[in-house]
């Protein structure tokens, strides 16, 4: 477990001596979209209809605008804080290489995710760049989501599987995300008609990977991603442009496809191939990594 207590205050939770947590890394290392910064540090995010906004101070994390009860309920689990994050580094820096990258992204934890949510987010990552991403997702929360108040401003959270089913693509276009606004209708439609997510996310990881890419729009790299963010399943290794890069320039990868440098990773992290590829993806985009 990764932090020694946690306590209620008057306007949310404190939680003592948290290791393996900083706030740029969890939320700016590419795993989430509905994260931002405020002026104080602090970060404000929208998550399972509800808003909280984030702090540091020292060791110890405040997540305000909660309670005891949705912290056990929800963020816990969210911030995935049973998980022992200096276990899974020790065991990644066997490997010299991934030094560097873990040495720059040492708070990044994996975030636990709603399954729906992380789908369409996905899909609509295809071929696409994170600040475009986040404002085809608030445009879509702010359409169909339920408006959520916090101090003073009014927040939306994701919608619900109906209301992008029955959306028009024409709808859907408008929010921003272009040629896979017919994707994001299609595998909405067939979520809603067949109820099985769960079903999905009771599967194997191979199984799970072979079974989210029959919907449109979801290839191996947008299955992975949908995996790692919200079915726990850490084998999964999504390679974009900059996990090519960072593979290609540590492990001096030969430049092949996408799926030959998923597979080289999945060999090398076996179950922890997730977590390392989410230190790699932080450190090369940050880094702004080329190949040369
Ligand atoms: O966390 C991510 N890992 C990988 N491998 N790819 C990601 C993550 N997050 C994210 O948005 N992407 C994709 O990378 C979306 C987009 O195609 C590109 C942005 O650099």
Known sequence: MDYESVEQIENGI????????ELKHIFECGQCFRWNKTQNGSYIGVAFNRVIEVQKQGEDVIIYNTDMKDFNLIWKEYFDLSTDYALIKESLKEDPLLNKAIDFGYGIRILNQECFEMIISFITSANNRIPMI????????RMWGKPIEYNGKTYYGFPEVSKIAQASISELESTGTGFRAKYIKDTAERIYENNN???????NDDECHNELMKFNGIGPKVADC???FSMQKHSAFPVDVWVKRAMIHFYLAPD????KIRDFGRKK?????????????????????KLD
């Open 14 to 21: 404190l939680l003592s001596n948290v290791k393996n947590f």
């Open 134 to 141: 986040k404002k085809c997702i608030e445009n879509m929360s």
């Open 197 to 203: 997510i769960d079903y999905i996310r009771s599967l």
């Open 226 to 228: 949908i995996m790692l």
């Open 256 to 259: 092949v496809s996408l799926n």
């Open 269 to 289: 992290f076996n179950n922890l191939s997730g977590f390392a590829q989410q230190y790699l993806f932080y450190y090369a985009r940050e880094n702004n990594i």
